[in-house]
């Protein structure tokens, strides 16, 4: 966590509040790391962190936008900012699908 926030520091985002939220929290086994945060202007991040080795392809983005919904449902609030951080090689398409659906996509975490 505190490489979040020494990242988005970075940024110019300071958060007032991070929550992690458990995978299992949302009956998934993805290797996967959910925060939820609240920013000092009161702004709502939903924050995915992928780090893979392998490539994330659009079948992995689909996935992504289905543990989202059940995060919504979950916290039952609906996320302004939708980010999701990522180490590993991503594919074109799946970038693209997922900034269609108004995700903000960061390759250049850790």
Same mark, same amino acid.
């Given at each position: 966590?505190?490489?979040?926030?020494?990242?988005? @520091?970075?940024?110019?985002? $300071?958060?007032?509040?991070?929550?992690? +939220? =458990?995978? *299992?929290?949302? !009956?998934?086994?993805? &290797?996967?790391?959910?925060?939820?945060?609240?920013?000092?202007?009161?702004?709502?991040?939903?924050?995915?962190?992928?780090?893979?080795?392998?490539?994330?392809?659009?079948? @992995?983005?689909?996935?992504? $936008?289905?543990?989202?919904?059940?995060? +919504? =449902?979950? *916290?039952?609030? !609906?996320?302004?900012? &939708?980010?999701?951080?990522?180490?590993?090689?991503?594919?074109?398409?799946?970038?693209?699908?997922?900034?269609?659906?108004?995700?903000?996509?960061?390759?250049?975490?850790?």
């Amino acid at each position: 966590m505190k490489k979040l926030t020494e990242y988005y @520091n970075k940024k110019n985002i $300071l958060f007032k509040q991070i929550d992690e +939220v =458990s995978v *299992k929290e949302l !009956n998934s086994r993805k &290797k996967i790391q959910i925060f939820t945060a609240t920013d000092i202007k009161a702004t709502y991040y939903a924050i995915f962190i992928v780090d893979a080795k392998s490539r994330f392809i659009r079948k @992995n983005a689909n996935d992504l $936008l289905e543990l989202f919904g059940k995060l +919504v =449902s979950y *916290k039952d609030h !609906n996320f302004k900012h &939708k980010e999701l951080i990522i180490s590993s090689p991503l594919c074109s398409k799946a970038k693209e699908f997922l900034k269609q659906n108004g995700w903000s996509v960061r390759v250049d975490f850790m």
